[in-house]
């Protein structure tokens, strides 16, 4: 049997190391915090890049002992996947203690450093792939991506069925088939290799089975569980999360944030609902009689049922079930509530059905499992469908929240065009709460407020300062917007409501200067001078003059939780020492350091094989081989591959943003998308092949990148109209829709880098076949680059501003290619 | 006389010289030790007056939110005297005098002296207070407040880290710490009302119990953060009517606003 070209292992290493990192990024956040599992996993995503350069540096031993290279490689990570990452677990990491503690920074290193070793090994193989079969580069590259995108939404289903740890075994017992399946497309004959394939497969599943997760003793979930007699009663896994249920038989669990100082009653029995070893809620034992649930009446949000009859009631974010409890205590008739996750539901509706009293089995309480925006586009906003009262509480912890670890995440829940949809779906008297956190000095609220007041001007809303109240405890604060202006009934009813529970007005219409600020003192009255000055003449000025970024965030920059200013952070540096660490928002410095890190990492693998190069060239020209050559234009290859990097990326993740505002579940769009990006563009590649034999290369480059500029010059323009109006489509139709509009764009995408490498795989004088490691390097590194430059350019310019520049970096890419390969 | 020595035998004879040279040798060797371990209390008193300058440094430059430019003088006599380094792991002994959080182990933290400062100062105490503390941890904050009132009441909910505590507040002679192993919810109703109340434990809310045990004109402090760095304090003040009202108080002198608002 002759060997074959690798290209079915090529397909599966990629699917397994793209499920791997998926995998990093889910055990990271149980284990540790998302931010910093994001910041680890971009910096091991350079293994990509080392992979480039070391191939570059050792191209001519490997490639001569290919046949035992390639299949080693893929043992190596399948291996190293499991050690690597059990090795990493054991590492006593502290995110909190690296602004003192320098070992923190040596440990971070460590982390870092251990997780490329896996990405190192399999960017290596297909490197190494590439290089050997230089006239096969579109095939190779088309069978990564294939295997890449069938890997992103196989590792979603896989985190459906089992548990993040089982998922770890099998991804490296995964690795180890695909070096048996290279081992067969090479047809190698050692015999030692099946039994040796064995052997670690069995290493791997022993050593994998008996290893558990090791979450860091500061997570709540740890911390709960060092209470006497406190034990974890149920655990379920989702790519949403991992949700633990800890029963407190000893001491009662007592989890009800912004509880009035006047309130009297001990809140009911509680099991804790934890997902990813953080972020509590309750699950709470149903009451016997109503009068039990008074104490939800002495919260902040519990402000609307005093105002009026609420009788049609819209909960976002369902969870234990807290706020249909409110709701319930209140006498509302018809509860809708809406719940991301359908675990969550399901424990409430079986195991823990008794426990909450079949709350969400009952008559009158629908639960709907779907975002609230994907929710609403699926009701009309005729009367009937209207509602009352939309209410959404704390939809994240505190800790995260306030130390601002969501920087960095889109949220579509709270931008300006997702109000403006709320109150829409109200009923002509009907309102809009929002509970946040209340942090020191104000955010959260501030920037709600704004947001409120441009999502009602755009609704055309008349005396705007008529339809907003906020109102405070020491802990949360309760933004009411209504549909029409308060009435003078309604403010006598808040200012006895919060007078009886020792809330603060910071807001009503009409309210003067000393009525705030009395119960919950700040150093200044900051609500009301803020909410003021935001609907006052001077916004704008009050904006800029902020310490924190209080703009509205809006779907192209759906980042609320992101409040930095870059003037800001002098100032913040010099008070670290005080505690001034946690008025820096986290998410986004971590972005910031990501990426420089990135950088300069970079900037190191890409020179490194440069200098090889050139002592390499210095011996060729000795030799008098170099006269027929024509040397490689490395500043112009350099630039090729980097934009290309950059690019792929930068339109794939602004898309990617796109589609998941229509097909709104995250994980489900998340999956969906990337996956039909990675396919269409294998595809692409895979065809590009084919068009080159009847084509000039330079005609179908011309071609494809025509085809990324103009489609996403085209989706710039009609994406937004087409999906308002295809918004109310069954979810089936809405995926094929997006499958079909993302085809033909990832199909154009997939084809500039393999034919780039292609032309220095055919490059005669073999000059160009060695530098074909190098622009793949050059190519990781910027990749890594792109996914971490995409969110910070998002933040600030928004998603159509990336797009943009990727279809300026793409035309700039078509400039160059004819001379990538031309002599200087 | 000559009779009871040979009554004695040679092993007991030997085995008494040996105790003899024993004992002189411990006897010259005793200043030897004593000397050493004075030098090292010495090193960490040194430390300590560093570590209290630092706060000190820190109290100034944050005085507009604390309304003063100094701490209450007792408070930092405590500060300078307590041994902070007996309340963490011996393997961070030489870290416990920098102005940082540190880890106790079980999860726990022993907070910034900065921070533990500014919380004993905004208790306003005064000597024949009597003090409730939710939250033992390692006991640096009880053995704080054990300097300036006359009686500390203090409940830990883990274990391990209770009873280590307790047995730390033995061997250093705090007598007038009484601390035990329990939910704090409750309070501690037998010794209710307190002066003041100081609730270190996370608690996603003030329990009513405790409010309720805080005497009329009495103060109750919450830090309000993560284990490691204290975001905000939260003063409860209970006027002698018993109203309640709440004062939050930035620890980092940081005003939002530059403008003219």
């Known amino acids: 049997m002759s060997q074959r070209i690798p290209l079915f292992s090529i397909s599966l290493l990629s699917a397994t190391a793209l499920g791997y990192e998926v995998l990093l990024m889910r055990l990271f956040s149980i284990i540790q915090w998302h931010h910093f599992a994001y910041m680890i996993i971009s910096l091991a995503l350079l293994g990509y890049g080392i992979s480039g350069t070391l191939i570059a540096l050792f191209q001519k031993q490997l490639l001569k002992h290919f046949n035992f290279a390639y299949p080693g490689l893929l043992i190596l990570f399948s291996l190293s996947s499991l050690s690597c990452y059990l090795m990493v677990q054991q590492i006593p990491f502290n995110a909190e203690e690296i602004f003192w503690d320098p070992h923190q920074l040596v440990y971070l290193l460590s982390i870092f450093l251990l997780l490329s070793i896996p990405f190192i090994f399999a960017a290596s193989a297909i490197c190494l792939a590439l290089a050997q079969y230089p006239d096969y580069i579109s095939r190779i590259y088309g069978m990564d991506l294939l295997g890449a995108g069938a890997g992103s939404f196989a590792i979603v289903l896989l985190l459906f069925l089992v548990f993040p740890m089982t998922a770890l075994i099998l991804i490296a017992l995964l690795g180890l088939f695909s070096a048996l399946v290279a081992a067969r497309e090479l047809n190698l004959k050692q015999r030692w290799l099946t039994p040796g394939i064995i052997i670690a497969g069995c290493i791997i599943f022993f050593t994998g089975v008996s290893s558990t997760l090791n979450i860091s003793p500061y997570k709540e979930l740890s911390q709960i569980l060092r209470i006497n007699g406190t034990q974890i009663i149920r655990q379920n896994s989702s790519p949403l999360g991992l949700l633990s249920i800890v029963e407190s038989p000893v001491v009662p669990l007592r989890h009800v944030p912004g509880l009035s100082l006047n309130n009297l009653q001990e809140p009911l029995a509680q099991l804790g609902l934890f997902t990813d070893a953080g972020g509590m809620t309750a699950i709470t034992r149903y009451p016997r009689q109503t009068g039990e649930l008074a104490y939800l009446d002495q919260l902040t949000s519990a402000l609307p049922y005093h105002l009026n009859n609420i009788q049609r009631l819209l909960v976002v974010g369902a969870g234990g079930g807290s706020d249909i409890l409110q709701a319930q205590y209140h006498q509302v008739d018809n509860i809708d509530a809406v719940e991301i996750n359908a675990q969550v539901v399901d424990l409430l509706k079986n195991e823990f059905a008794e426990y909450s009293g079949k709350l969400y089995q009952q008559q009158n309480i629908k639960v709907h499992i779907d975002d609230v925006r994907g929710f609403l586009s699926t009701i009309g906003t005729d009367k009937k469908t209207q509602f009352d009262l939309i209410q959404i509480s704390l939809m994240d912890s505190f800790s995260a929240s306030a130390s601002g670890l969501y920087a960095l995440h889109e949220s579509y829940l709270y931008t300006q065009e997702a109000l403006q949809n709320y109150i829409e779906h109200l009923s002509a008297d009907g309102y809009l709460a929002i509970s946040r956190w209340v942090k020191t000095p104000p955010r959260d609220a501030l920037k709600m407020f704004a947001t409120a007041i441009k999502a009602l001007q755009q609704l055309d809303k008349k005396n705007i300062n008529q339809h907003l109240l906020l109102i405070r405890s020491w802990q949360i604060s309760t933004l009411l917007i209504k549909n029409s202006a308060f009435t003078e009934n309604e403010i006598t009813a808040v200012k006895s409501f919060c007078q009886q529970r020792s809330f603060d007005i910071a807001w009503y219409p009409g309210i003067s200067k000393n009525e705030v600020n009395r119960f919950n003192i700040f150093n200044q009255a900051y609500f009301y001078q803020g909410a003021g000055a935001l609907l006052g003449e001077h916004a704008e000025q009050f904006l800029q003059e902020y310490k924190y970024y209080l703009y509205p965030a809006t779907d192209d920059q759906p980042f609320f939780h992101h409040f930095f200013k870059w003037s800001v952070l002098p100032e913040l540096l010099s008070l670290r020492g005080q505690g001034g660490v946690l008025l820096m928002e986290m998410g986004y410095l971590i972005l910031i350091a990501t990426l420089l890190l990135a950088i300069a990492a970079s900037i190191v693998l890409i020179l490194l094989p440069l200098l090889a190069y050139r002592k390499t060239q210095s011996v060729s020209s000795a030799n008098g081989s170099s006269h027929n050559s024509s040397p490689i234009n490395r500043s112009k290859l350099f630039l090729y591959f980097f934009m290309i990097g950059l690019a792929f990326l930068f339109i794939e993740i602004a898309f990617m943003q796109k589609f998941i505002l229509f097909l709104h579940h995250p994980i489900y769009s998340i999956s969906i998308v990337l996956a039909a990006f990675l396919i269409n563009a294998g595809i692409g590649s895979t065809w590009s092949r084919y068009l080159v034999k009847n084509y000039s290369y330079q005609k179908v480059m011309k071609w494809a990148i025509s085809g990324i500029i103009v489609l996403s010059l085209l989706y710039i323009v009609i994406l937004n109209p087409l999906f308002s109006w295809l918004i109310a489509l069954p979810i089936v139709f809405k995926i094929v829709l997006s499958l079909i509009l993302i085809a033909p764009l990832a199909i154009c995408m997939g084809m500039p880098f393999p034919l780039a490498l292609s032309t220095l795989g055919d490059n005669t004088d073999g000059q160009g076949q060695a530098y074909i490691p190098w622009a793949w390097g050059v190519n990781g590194c910027a990749s890594v680059i792109s996914a971490v430059l995409a969110s910070i350019l998002a933040i600030h310019l928004g998603f159509t501003v990336v797009i943009l520049i990727a279809i300026s970096l793409y035309y700039f890419c078509l400039l160059l290619f004819p001379g990538i390969c031309i002599s200087q | ?261």
């Not at chain 2, 035990?180 to 003041?196: L, N």
């Open chain 2, 1 to 261: 006389m000559h009779y009871f020595l040979n009554k004695l035998n040679k092993h007991t004879i030997r085995a008494c010289l040996t105790l003899l040279v024993l004992s002189c040798l411990l006897l010259v060797s005793y200043p030897a030790q004593v000397s050493a371990s004075s030098q090292e209390d010495l090193n960490y008193m040194q430390k300590r007056q560093h570590m209290v300058r630092l706060i000190e440094d820190d109290v100034r430059r944050t005085s507009v939110y604390l309304d003063k430019e100094a701490l209450d003088p007792k408070v930092m006599q405590a500060m300078s005297t307590v041994p902070r380094h007996k309340f963490v792991p011996e393997n961070r002994w030489d870290d416990a005098y920098q102005n940082n959080p540190l880890p106790i182990g079980h999860g726990q933290t022993i907070s910034q002296p900065y921070i533990v400062a500014i919380m004993t100062d905004l208790l306003k105490l005064s000597e024949h207070d009597k003090v409730l503390e939710i939250g033992t941890g390692s006991g640096y904050q009880a053995a704080i407040l054990a300097k300036l009132v006359d009686q500390v009441y203090s409940i830990e909910i883990i274990k391990p880290l209770g009873l280590q505590a307790a047995r730390l507040f033995k061997q250093l002679d705090y007598k007038n710490i009484s601390s035990k192993v329990g939910d704090g919810y409750y309070g501690w109703e037998e010794h209710a009302p307190f002066d003041a109340i100081i609730v270190t434990a996370a608690a996603s809310h003030i329990p009513h119990p405790l409010i309720k045990q805080l005497k009329p004109g009495g103060h109750m402090m919450i830090p309000v953060g993560s284990h490691f760095i204290t975001q905000q304090l939260l003063l409860v003040t209970k006027a002698e009517d018993g109203h309640i009202t709440t004062k939050q108080i930035l620890p980092v002198r940081f005003v939002p606003l530059t403008g003219d608002h």
